[in-house]
């Protein structure tokens, strides 16, 4: 019989409970017992960036982390940049304006690390772009129109800045 | 993809992580970032029945510039040293080698005691400390002791530390003076392991010669090299052209690199004079040495 901890932790702005074995991922916690599937599973072992999630304000890939290490945390995922019933968040209407997604299961990974980015800086130029974004990987669209989302969502923001 | 059943501690002192080890043995595994320890259980590589956590443990992730001297808790995140106000411009290799290490998300969690402590030759944690002859403070239900940063690195992955030690603290001590320094190193894309890189310290005296010379190198043999021939073939010296490019071509002699999928083992040596070349004439610019000086 394989022990299970009970888990108290802060997700997306609500208290949310769980168990989990100490071997689970945080990503397959938030999936599989919080049914946020929004956080996705590429690599599994921290090279594809898909899985990132902001914890306590600040990226991390949530396949590296154990769900036991998110008791009393707070935790963003995609699920949590925008109301379920309202508008996009201004970085997630950028990538859907440039085209900054094609298939999008590397997506949700993208919109918390530009969250995180343009939280530090609101204007960043390209180079400061590709370099934060080159933990992010997208087999996909080959990234120009990833980082001319990221420019528009940085405009946007600096318009209208969201708390 | 998935790791194996284990145990978990989450040890809220150094006293309670030293119990853990002492109830579990060498079955426990510390976890600090994560960043390295959490893919090994991932691809079932390492299978510990315990992990004990050391990320609750209060007051062990500090970072601070004390009298010049920088210094870390085990636990202190990449993310954390790399903005820490005050040091680039005290000491700028260790930014500039912090910012090669995996990416921004990696380095939120990843430790300096993590890094340390695991070992991998072409890490940058373990050259900066060997190069800046860091002090490392492991604690043992038997009391602490430190260990000097070149006696730490034993081989790959492998470090001098007991099994019933734990890595506390770090101090790395930085030279005073008219320095500079930089960081450098190649790797196939951002964010990869280094082929090859290099960390050069750089103190000159009024005349611009080279008073104190630091070289520590990654990805160039079983554990971070510190290169002191090549820093004796500069101290005393001016650092122009020709004395730096001689030092870069010591390196080659003090290294044994090996060569696999990513890069042979001529290729590694290759670079790691280039690089060295590149970045002593960095650290002495920096300095305001070199070439400008030498003219003056």
Redesign the interface.
Known sequence: MRERRELALRVNGEDRRGSAEPRTTLADFLRDELGLTGTHLGCEHGVCGACTILVDGRSARSCLMLAVQAEGHELTTVEGLAPADGPLHPIQEAFAEKHGLQCGFCTPGFLLSVHELLAENPDPDENEIRERLSGNICRCTGYHNIVQSVLYAAELLRSAPVA | ????????V?ATSVEEALDALAEHGDEAKL?AG??SL??L???RLARPSV?V?L?GVDGLDGAALEDGTLVLGATARE?TVERLPGLAERCRMIVEAIAHI?????R??GTVGGSLVHADPAAEWPALAVALDAELDATSKRGTRTIPAQEFFVSYFTTSLEPDEVLTRIRVPLPNGRSGSAFLELAR???DFALAGVGAHVTLTADGTASDVRLGLIGVGDRPVRASGAEAALRGRIPDEEAVAEAAEAVAGEIEPTGDIHASADYRRHLATVLTRRAVTAAVERAGGGAHAGAA
Not at chain 2, 1 to 7: A, D, N, R, S, V
């Open positions: 993809m998935k790791p194996p059943p284990f145990g978990y989450a976890l994560g960043q959490v893919p259980l991932a691809f992990l956590d990320n993310r995996g990416h921004v998300a990696i939120n969690r894309r951002h964010g």
